[in-house]
């Protein structure tokens, strides 16, 4: 689906993003490109970086590819270095880097659950925290992409729950912080994107039919309707818009976590 907005609305500018390899944030690292963003890519596996890498450049974008674990600061430190470096400059960051499993709280291991929120919150703060020096010299904006878990109980989710509420917070001191020094500070929250690997692992099944006949807008939402939402927050169209987090979940929320008792039945 093209995009609901003009093109070239990021031209000049330079982005980070994170689990930049596939799902959401290969989609958002391509849509970013398309807008004329110059784009680095951070994830574990060099494989699926390369190739959406090579996506980008067919298209005539710049694209560097760039291989470290968000939990560990140094490394990332090394690649926000690096990537501002080659580009010049550091406009936009987008933390999409992610990791979750279904797993009930009561066998849920201390290890599993660290594991999440290392890489979805202390992951964000680490990016975050490496790029502001140059994104406060281009007064840019990061979006971190966190969920509807953040708000909504959610069975099986406790792990992951925990670390986007910590985001959703996250943003929101960040966006107080940073304010002074020109950088905005938002996050999107996707609900139900088909897909997408979390859909794969957390509606597998006859469970996917059941979560869709729960959405009030009838259907499941698409990678690019996020990367929209992401687009609006981070170009000049959400110039005074932060600390903000854009639910983009076709109303799904809207009806709390009681429907997921019913699902697990």
């Given at each position: ?262 699902m697990m039945s």
């Open positions: 689906m093209p995009s609901v907005f003009a093109t070239g609305l990021l031209e000049g500018q330079s982005a980070f993003v994170t689990g930049g390899g596939s799902g959401i944030g290969a989609g958002i690292a391509k849509r970013l490109a398309s807008q004329g963003a110059r784009v680095a890519l951070l994830g574990r596996t060099v494989e699926k970086l390369e190739a959406v890498a090579a996506e980008i450049r067919a298209g005539g974008g710049d694209a560097r590819v760039f291989a470290a674990d968000v939990r560990e600061y140094h490394a990332v430190e090394t690649a926000v270095e690096a990537a501002a470096a080659a580009f010049g400059r550091l406009d936009v960051l987008v933390n999409s880097a992610a990791g979750n499993f279904l797993a009930p709280a009561s066998q849920l291991s201390a290890r599993g659950f660290r594991a999440v929120i290392d890489i979805d919150l202390c992951g964000t703060f680490n990016v975050s925290r490496a790029a502001f020096a140059h994104l406060a010299k281009t007064h840019g904006s990061i979006v971190n992409i966190t969920a509807t878990q953040a708000d909504v109980p959610t069975p099986l989710q406790c792990h992951a729950g925990a670390a986007k509420a910590g985001i959703a917070k996250l943003t929101r001191d960040l966006a107080l912080e940073w304010a002074g020094s020109g950088v905005r500070v938002n996050a999107v929250a996707p609900g139900p994107i088909e897909g997408t690997e979390g859909m794969r692992r957390l509606a597998p099944g006859d469970v996917k039919d059941k979560v869709k006949s729960r959405v009030p807008l009838g259907r499941y939402g698409t990678i690019d309707e996020v990367c929209d939402a992401v687009l609006f927050l981070a170009s000049r169209a959400g110039a005074y818009v932060t600390g903000s987090t854009l639910l983009i979940d076709g109303g799904t929320s809207l009806l709390g976590g009681a429907g997921f008792l019913e």
